[in-house]
Structure formats: C-alpha cells, structure tokens
C-alpha cells in the first residue's frame, strides 16, 4: 500500500514531481516525507483528462462547496478521499453546487472526485484547525 510505512500525521501539502515519479507530502510539524511513485501507480498510455473542480472556501474549516462541473448534469456521484487514497465519503447531488461538511475531518489536505458516470472532475482542498 503506498505510505504505508508513513507515520499517521496530518499533512499540509501535497507535491508530485513528474521527472521523478516523486510524492512529497509535508506536515503541519517541520517533516517531509517522499514517496517514490514507480513502484506504486502506473497509469495507461491513454487517459482522459481530469475536469478542474471548483472547491471553496480553500483552505475550510467545517464546510466545503463544490461546483458541479458539467452545467447540463442531472446528477453526480462525489468522493472525498484522504492523501493515502481512503474514501472517507460519498454522496450525490443535483443542481449547481452542493455544501458537504467536514468538521469531523483531520486538518490536512483532501481530494475530492466528482463523476457524471461517463466524465470525472477532480479538486484538493486543505482542512485547516
């Protein structure tokens, strides 16, 4: 599993470094760790780009808003995912925005994906104390 051998701290910043294939993950304390990416993901030759979420206010506290991406979109499926790759929720919305909550969450920085069930938008947001 990547980062399994990472201390269970929360994390400030994400970096990749595509030359390397090199994660770089910085905590709220003065640590850096780096993860090399070779032996952990490969993706295929060919892959459909990422739409840019939109995701405010940035860094949050206790709510986060997202756009939805796809203006003719009925409905869409999100997940919100940790920086080791955990879905920590999932739900689905309808219209132009939606408000999801995360007070219970750990202050460090999150990804959330949104899917139309045939295109995908991705956006990070950071949970600040």
Known sequence: MLGADLPLVP??????????????????GRSMYKVYL??????????????????????????????????????????????????LQRGDFSGDEVNIEIHDFLPGSYLILVSDGQRKASGKFIRKN
């Open 11 to 28: 994390v400030c910043d994400l970096a990749f470094h595509g030359g390397e294939r090199m994660l770089v993950a910085a905590t709220y």
């Open 38 to 87: 070779n032996d952990f993901v490969s993706l295929p030759e060919k892959s459909e780009p990422l739409e840019v979420l939109n995701v405010f206010p940035n860094p949050a506290q206790k709510v986060v808003t997202i756009k939805n991406p796809f203006s003719e979109a009925k409905s869409l499926d999100f997940e919100i995912l940790d920086i080791t790759g955990k879905v």
